[in-house]
């Protein structure tokens, strides 16, 4: 009788053990204040007598906005990073948008770069934003060395005010040469293209275009990008983590089950047994 006591005893602390979720409960991107990551992204984009921001949107192409190469839509222009320079080609442009699509000719040269992707959700107004590019001013105080300036990007701390229409109004002051700079979320991803500023009796007000545009662009014209978020994995398969964690929490529901079922058979055996002697 003791024995069967221990083992109904057994059966029921087994049956109290936790049984692991299938389904990993950290799958959210921490937001970054800033990754120095994102510097190696941009470029000086030189088109005539003036230059503008640019960026890599995949390793072969970079974007701009479409004035800072005159709305030429078969404009030449020269990219700059450093003491590297590169023939490149508009190959799309969206004079309406306010952005282009810009082939390098030698994307190698250029290295280790950071490719920036583009944002699936635009975040809420008042999140924080980030305006990388290279203004005038920094250039006047490098003594007018474009390949000096192009080494060290401005970045600008700023937050989302107002967004319609395909705009985004900056909270934060951008001036010439900012232009077709890359507006990034906190997760890194570019939510929007730095494009003109209007001024009025009250101040002025600092306007991107949105990505949107620029995505719609090149799917006109097959160009590849990387959609990235804000902030979100999207599936469980982008984040190698949480496939580990699932994968463990598999494994420990097996083995939990396993216990569990072996000790119920150990438990109904030893019940049988003892209903056979007491029958005797």
């Known amino acids: 009788m003791k024995r069967l006591a221990l083992l109904l005893l057994l059966v029921f602390t087994i049956s109290l053990l936790p049984v692991a979720s299938a389904t990993p409960t950290n799958t959210t991107k ?4 800033f990754s120095e ?4 992204g941009t470029v ?3 088109y005539n007598n003036q230059y503008g921001t640019g960026w890599w949107m995949n390793p072969s192409y970079v974007a701009t906005a479409a004035h800072v190469v005159g709305w030429n839509p078969r404009a030449t222009v020269t990219i700059i990073r450093g003491n590297v320079e590169s023939s490149g080609h508009v190959v799309a442009l969206d004079r309406n948008g306010d952005v282009c699509i810009i082939r390098v000719d030698h994307p ?15 975040p809420p107004p008042t999140s924080t934003i980030y305006v990388i590019g290279y203004p005038s001013e920094l250039l006047q105080v490098l003594n007018n060395d474009l390949h000096a300036l192009s080494e060290h990007p401005r970045v600008l701390e700023s937050h989302l005010t107002w967004t319609a229409s395909g705009l985004i109004e900056l909270g934060g002051i951008t001036d010439a040469g900012n232009s077709g700079g890359p507006v990034v979320d906190s997760a890194g991803n570019v939510i ?7 001024r009025g009796p009250a101040g002025t007000l600092y306007f991107a275009t949105s990505v949107r545009n620029l995505k719609e662009l090149a799917q006109q014209h097959g160009i590849s990008y990387e959609e990235g978020s804000a902030g979100i994995i999207a599936s469980i398969q982008d984040n190698p ?7 463990a929490a598999g494994v420990n529901i097996v083995m939990d089950l396993a216990i569990l079922g072996l000790g119920i058979a ?9 209903r056979r002697r007491s029958r005797r």
């Open 44 to 46: 000086i984009v030189v």
């Open 192 to 198: 929007g293209l730095v494009s003109f500023a209007l």
């Open 108 to 122: 190698e040269r250029f290295g280790d770069k950071h490719v920036f992707p583009l944002a699936h959700y635009m």
């Open 266 to 274: 150990i438990g109904s055996g030893a019940l049988a047994a003892h």
């Open 241 to 247: 983590a949480a496939v580990a964690a699932a994968t």
């Open 37 to 40: 990551d994102w510097l190696k």
């Open 30 to 33: 921490q937001p970054l204040s």
